[in-house]
């Protein structure tokens, strides 16, 4: 069976020093987290390590050399011999010899085993340690040898967090040698988040507290704000503030994506908002909606009268009842000109209603279209009066005619044990039942056709709505981070893994080149597992034990992410 060697592309540009990692006997498989520099003590080293075991749980050891040889041959010869003495200090088995030479890029690797061991193969897989921390495959459910080279990286975090301009007993290369990643307005915005936070998350349990308040959770109030979409709006922004300003760290990754999704979600929301504040708040564009607003409810409202003039006459060519029809079409008439006069009435105020309204853009894009959503309601709140007494008088028709039908198969429905039973009735009684049956049968065409007419107009009036709720839904669902990362680091999002094979050169070890997959790039594992295997020149340290390690033989190797 072949050795895998794990090995950090950040140290290949290394000085010469010790290999620091971990050999992992199950698997046969040594992973190289840094390189050990000149000068240092082997006790202070063995102590270093002891401390770093303690930290993360695993063993950690120095298990081989690393030479970078130069122009100079003498030196090198030298730097080689030294280093050869040092597996007497350190005992390692197996204990690896990597050297590189000048302006090349291949390496040079050596597995020395005790005395009688058979030599291997050995195969040399490169991976980025800056993309394997950052990525989440160490927390993969499902155990296996790529899993345990994550896993081991990972945890190792506090070995990295010694750089070079670090005062200590090692000196390391790793890829945070030159010095731990961050930014001076990462941190200065992690401290003012600490503050910003407490008021937050002060100022969200106050509005809860008076929220839940018994005078605000009556029976008239909480229909009414169940039923308007800027409540349900603001109150999902409520919960959203709650979980942002949380001083509880995230458990694991998934809850940090949430997290980090929601507060750029409320970024984006309130960006958008200031930004049609602004562009309502310039150029009048309040008064000019606030112009256009009666005009166009006095157009919907001569459009109903229309259509109720259409249908009191003969809709359609349909014979029509006529004193039903001129009830209902009156009856609907007066709804109008009762709206047209509460619109008359509340249009010297409409303008100062829209420009209080726009402040609310501020809250959010999502609140400023819940508002919209609400508006439109109100103003078609005739047309819901409509639907629901149309749809009212149509049941009571349906509801009458399919009791009288049971009249007459003598039969009745058992109200107490909600079942239908058979029933004898008198002569008076099948008569009257005949006689409002027949009544019910030819009035029913024209409730139905009025139930109709305004079940269609309040569908479009659900549509309407509808669409404004989708945008709602999707501004506040949309993973804006998760977006975010895959257009700039997309290895934060990897799905799996791939082995790529690089330029192979006579004499040595087998190299690999493991990259991070986007979750669109599953679909084409097979494809890309296809293009390795059609490689026409195998590499002469191609072997059996190679191949099985590749899974030339069975499968693509990947591995799913959590």
Request: hydrophobic residues 45%; glycine residues 6%; positive net charge.
């Amino acid at each position: 069976m072949a050795i895998k060697i794990f090995f950090p592309s950040c140290c290949s540009a290394a000085e010469n020093g010790l290999l620091i990692g971990r050999w992992m006997a199950e698997h046969r498989s040594a992973v190289v987290l840094a390189t050990l520099h000149f000068p240092f003590i082997p006790a202070s080293v063995r102590r270093y390590l002891s401390q770093m075991e303690k930290k993360t749980g695993l063993s950690l050891s120095v298990i081989g050399t690393w030479s970078h040889s130069k122009k100079d041959k003498d030196k090198d010869e030298k730097m080689d011999n030294f280093l050869g003495e040092l597996g007497n200090i350190f005992s390692h088995q197996p204990w690896l010899r990597i050297a590189r030479e000048a302006s090349s890029k291949f390496l040079d690797c050596k597995v020395e085993r005790m005395e009688g061991e058979e030599s291997e193969d050995v195969i040399l897989v490169y991976y980025d340690q800056t993309k394997l921390m950052l990525s989440e495959l160490h927390s993969a459910s499902e155990y296996s040898e790529i899993t345990a080279v994550f896993d081991t990286v990972a945890k190792n975090q506090p070995l990295f967090a010694m750089d070079k301009y670090d005062e200590g007993p090692v000196n390391l290369t790793h890829w945070q040698s030159e010095g731990v990643e961050a930014s001076i307005i990462v941190e200065l915005t992690k401290q003012a988040s600490v503050p910003l936070c407490a008021v937050i998350s002060f100022f969200v349990s106050l509005i809860t507290s008076i929220c839940n308040l018994r005078i605000l959770s009556g029976k008239p109030l909480s229909f009414l704000w169940n039923k308007m979409s800027t409540c349900e709006q603001l109150g999902r922004r409520l919960e959203n503030l709650r979980l942002v300003s949380s001083s509880e760290k995230a458990k694991d990754h998934m809850t940090f994506m949430r997290k980090a999704s929601t507060f750029l979600s409320l970024f984006v929301d309130v960006t958008l908002g200031i930004l049609l504040m602004c562009w309502l708040y310039q150029g009048n564009h309040i008064g000019q909606m606030a112009d256009a607003l009666i005009p166009v409810a006095d157009r919907i409202a001569l459009e109903l009268q229309e259509l109720l003039q259409w249908l009191m006459g003969a809709p359609a060519g349909l014979k029509m009842n006529r004193a039903l029809d001129e009830v209902l079409g009156r009856f609907f008439m007066y709804h109008i000109h009762l709206w047209i006069s509460y619109i008359r009435l509340m249009s010297p105020f409409i303008e100062v209603i829209l420009w209080y309204i726009g402040l609310s853009a501020c809250l959010g894009l999502t609140v400023a279209l819940s508002i919209l959503s609400d508006i439109i309601a109100l103003l078609t709140f005739h047309i819901y009066c409509f639907y629901v007494y149309g749809a009212r008088l149509y049941c009571f028709k349906m509801h009458g005619l399919s009791s009288l039908w049971r009249l007459f198969r003598g039969k009745k429905w058992n109200v107490l044990r909600q079942r239908v039973d058979s029933c004898s009735y008198d002569l008076d009684q099948l008569f009257l039942g005949t006689l409002l049956f027949t009544i019910l049968l030819f009035l029913l065409p024209t409730t139905a056709l009025y139930y109709l007419v305004f079940t269609l107009l309040r569908l479009l009036v659900i549509m309407v709505q509808g669409v404004i709720q989708m945008t709602i839904n999707l501004l506040s669902s949309l993973p804006f981070y998760a977006l975010l990362l895959r257009l700039c680091r997309s290895y934060r999002l990897a799905a799996g893994v791939k082995f790529c094979m690089l330029e192979q050169q006579k004499g040595k070890p087998l190299r690999l080149l493991m990259q991070f997959n986007s979750p669109h790039h599953n679909a084409s594992a097979e494809r890309n597992y296809t293009r390795l295997k059609s490689c026409d020149t195998p590499s002469p340290g191609l072997t059996a034990s190679s191949q099985r390690f590749l899974g030339l033989d069975r499968q693509p190797l990947s591995l799913a992410g959590p």
